[in-house]
T-cell receptor, first 114, second 113 residues
Framework: GENVEQHPSTLSVQEGDSAVIKCTYSDSASNYFPWYKQELGKGPQLIIDIRSNVGEKKDQRIAVTLNKTAKHFSLHITETQPEDSAVYFC?????????????FGGGTRVLVKP | DTAVSQTPKYLVTQMGNDKSIKCEQN?????MYWYKQDSKKFLKIMFS???????INETVPNRFSPKSPDKAHLNLHINSLELGDSAVYFC????????????FGSGTRLTVV
């Protein structure tokens, strides 16, 4: 089955700096890669996703890149703000397969210091 | 108007008891899931139902029994609760096709004492 590894497990940045989180996946059939943000006491919320036919996607201060050959994808947050502090999860799935199960990385706890 | 709602939000119970967690989605999605998040925040799939049919069962102990009365509801019943069952349980749903992502509920924190 799919295995997703995520690094780093914790990330501390100064407000205004950039944050980068990297993930690798094992199943070359995976074609859908979402990123989730989980705040304390809440469920994971989708912040951005990318499909395997796209190499890069951007939404305001958040961008995701995908390298299918190397089987890795990354989340970039620019101009970080204290409200970006949360746990971020990458995930991978085969969107058209029966079951469509998401396999998550281990999470990155991001702390943005004012 | 909550898209995926779970009840209860907190559940504290003694070992050996039987308990249920309920989940409802108003998104019109066909597929629903249960995920377990352990104390280290790791999220692992447990079950998935598509239009009331079980399609994923990830080697979860048979003390856990999901039930889907209709495609908008997926409940989780746990028999003979053990200390190791303490975790946060998340319900999620997914629409058809390639558009949109998985929508998660706010979780149920289960504590077995």
């Amino acid at each position: 089955g799919e295995n997703v590894e995520q690094h780093p497990s914790t990330l501390s940045v100064q407000e205004g700096d950039s944050a980068v989180i990297k993930c690798t996946y094992s199943d070359s059939a995976s074609n859908y890669f979402p990123w989730y943000k989980q705040e304390l006491g809440k469920g994971p919320q989708l912040i951005i996703d990318i499909r395997s036919n796209v190499g890069e996607k951007k939404d305001q201060r958040i961008a995701v890149t995908l390298n299918k050959t190397a089987k890795h994808f990354s989340l970039h947050i620019t101009e970080t703000q204290p409200e970006d502090s949360a746990v971020y999860f990458c995930a991978a799935s085969i969107r058209q397969a029966a079951g469509n199960k998401l396999t998550f990385g281990g999470g990155t706890r991001v702390l943005v210091k004012p | 108007d909550t898209a995926v709602s779970q009840t209860p939000k907190y559940l504290v119970t003694q070992m050996g008891n039987d308990k249920s967690i309920k989940c409802e989605q108003n998104l019109g999605h066909d597929t629903m899931y249960w995920y377990k998040q352990d104390s280290k925040k790791f999220l692992k799939i447990m079950f998935s139902y598509n239009n009331k049919e079980l399609i994923i069962n990830e080697t979860v102990p048979n003390r856990f029994s999901p039930k889907s009365p209709d495609k908008a509801h997926l409940n989780l019943h746990i028999n003979s609760l053990e200390l190791g069952d303490s975790a946060v349980y998340f319900c999620a749903s997914l629409g058809r096709g390639l558009e949109g992502g998985y929508t998660f509920g706010s979780g149920t924190r289960l504590t077995v004492v």
